[in-house]
């Protein structure tokens, strides 16, 4: 079936120590995006690719950096985590921006920071 | 700014109908999204509104006002696997979705 797969589940990092997660995508989407959401929170957009164009979040601080190094596949690199990047981070995907074109997520990446 | 408004939590019955309400404001308007998130799970798509009035699907039905910023989504007959959180996002004139918080609905037997 064609989804949006997301590795690892659940990834545990100490303080400061770089951390790479990844999100494929078997639907040929044009976008990809990456999202951080805390408990009881909205998702927020980190930054998102449209095609190989990266489009960064204002707010998106600079310890957080992507790859899309293909069509298929998506990388969220934390630089330094610190103790309030432990979130769920969430990948999704869309045909093309805006209109109908619905996002599609992953099951997401939960990161802990010890 | 952009806000969207929903209420925190919500409780009702298996079997029940209930309807939780999203509140928005936003820089330009191109549509309204209902996603249902279970507890530590991805958001899952539950329906998209663009023009007002009423899209029923299933036992879920969304609906639209444009004009009062203002939508619900409506669960019919309630089973226990509906326990989850339900988020608004709206899609603004540059075509970023705007997310509330999400509901959460608690169902009891």
């Known amino acids: 079936d064609a989804m949006v797969i997301q590795n690892p589940r659940y990834q545990v990092t100490q303080f400061g120590k770089p951390v790479t997660l990844s999100c494929s995508q078997t639907l040929n989407h044009n976008v990809m995006y990456w999202y951080q959401q805390k408990s009881s929170q909205a998702p927020k957009l980190l930054f998102h690719y449209y095609d190989k164009d990266f489009n960064n979040e204002a707010d998106t601080p600079d310890n957080f950096q992507s790859r899309r190094p293909n069509t298929s596949f998506c990388f969220l690199d934390i630089r330094s985590p610190g103790l309030g990047d432990a979130a769920m981070y969430l990948c999704?995907?869309?045909?093309?921006?805006?209109?109908?074109?619905?996002?599609?997520f992953g099951p997401g990446t939960r990161l802990t920071v010890l | 700014g952009q806000n969207i408004d929903q209420p925190t939590e919500m409780t009702a019955t298996e079997g029940a109908i209930v309807q939780i309400n999203c509140t928005y404001q936003t820089s330009g308007f191109n549509g309204l999204f209902w996603y249902q998130q279970h507890a530590g799970e991805a958001p899952t798509f539950l329906s998209y509104?663009?023009l007002d009035g009423l899209e029923e699907k299933g036992r879920f039905s969304s609906f639209l006002s444009r004009s009062k910023g203002y939508s619900y989504l409506l669960l019919k007959e309630l089973q226990m696997k509906d326990s989850a959180s339900y988020l608004c996002a709206v899609l603004d004139s540059n075509y970023q979705l705007i997310w509330g918080a999400g509901t959460k609905l608690i169902i009891k037997p």
């Open positions: 509104n663009v």
């Open positions: 999704a995907t869309s045909l093309d921006r805006g209109g109908t074109d619905t996002q599609y």
